[in-house]
């Protein structure tokens, strides 16, 4: 069983939560997760299929990406490897990207049920 | 909703990030107009002549530094305030961005929702008094 806050910075949560009235904050934390959901695997796949073609940029801006929207819900653990990505990439062959990108995936998997513990179940 | 009357182009293509913006900056007052490229960001900046632009770099079709240097090269653009909303924190570029004309340049992962609102807010405040923030020029 997943606990919320091994994966997740609650406190980010909640700073996401403050920066919009008591009104807005439930809706709007839903529907950002809701788009942090449906993101997220897009660009862990993206990333995967700019690795065979050695596509170093695309795996890059993909990591960049991710690790924007990972840093403001607090998954400090997609954030760190969206950055060891983005440093990978820049210095090395991309084809060492792989385990990585694995380790990504595993984390998002985590962050996701958290998130999902975190809302009730009210993201999709 | 009450606005202050002061129109943001928020040009960012994450759409977390540019959803999670808008509402934040909304909320403050101003009236947020979303851009999810930088194509979008520029045609809108010459269709909206918005009071303030806020780029990121890192983007598909138009990356963010050819947004600045074209709309510092457009005469009907060219006086609009713009900052740098980045996750990169190489300094070559925050220098080549500030070369370009650019007021401010921002980390993005240094800044929560709350303080980049603070921020804008504190910056348009200068702004229409004739000054800057020392934040504004460095993130």
């Known amino acids: ?124 | 909703m009450h606005t202050n009357g002061h129109r943001i182009l928020l040009v960012e293509d994450d759409r977390f990030l540019r959803r999670a913006c808008e509402v934040s900056l909304r909320q403050r007052g101003l009236v947020v107009i979303p851009a999810a490229d930088g194509e979008e960001g520029l045609r809108l900046a010459g269709a909206e002549v918005p009071d303030l632009i806020l780029l990121d770099l890192l983007m598909p079709k138009l990356p963010g530094i050819e947004v600045l240097r074209l709309l510092k090269a457009d005469p009907a653009t060219k006086n609009i305030p713009v900052l740098i909303l980045s996750n990169s924190s190489r300094e070559r570029d925050m220098q080549e961005v500030m070369q370009l004309g650019a007021a401010g340049y921002w980390i993005k992962s240094n800044l929560s929702l709350k303080e980049l609102g603070e921020r804008v807010m504190g910056f348009l405040g200068a702004n229409d008094s004739g000054g800057q923030t020392d934040s504004a020029r460095r993130g």
């Not at chain 1, 934390?29 to 596509?55: C, H, K, N, T, Y």
């Not at chain 1, 969206?82 to 792989?98: F, N, S």
């Not at chain 1, 385990?99 to 998002?108: A, G, N, S, V, Y």
């Open chain 1, 1 to 124: 069983m997943t606990d919320a806050a091994d994966v997740l910075d609650l406190a980010a949560l909640s700073r996401l939560r403050e920066a919009v009235s008591a009104d807005e904050s439930s809706s709007l934390l839903i529907e950002l997760v809701e788009v942090f959901l449906s993101d997220a695997p897009e660009r862990i796949a993206a990333m995967r299929q700019a690795v065979p073609v050695g596509a170093a940029g695309a795996v890059g801006m993909a990591a960049h990406a991710l690790r924007g929207s990972s840093t403001y819900l607090g998954a400090r653990g997609m954030a760190q490897i969206c950055r060891a990505l983005e440093a990978l990439t820049e210095a090395q062959p991309v084809a060492g990207a792989i385990p990585l990108i694995d380790q990504l995936d595993h984390e998002f998997q985590r962050v996701k049920v958290a998130l999902e513990l975190q809302l009730g179940g009210h993201a999709r």
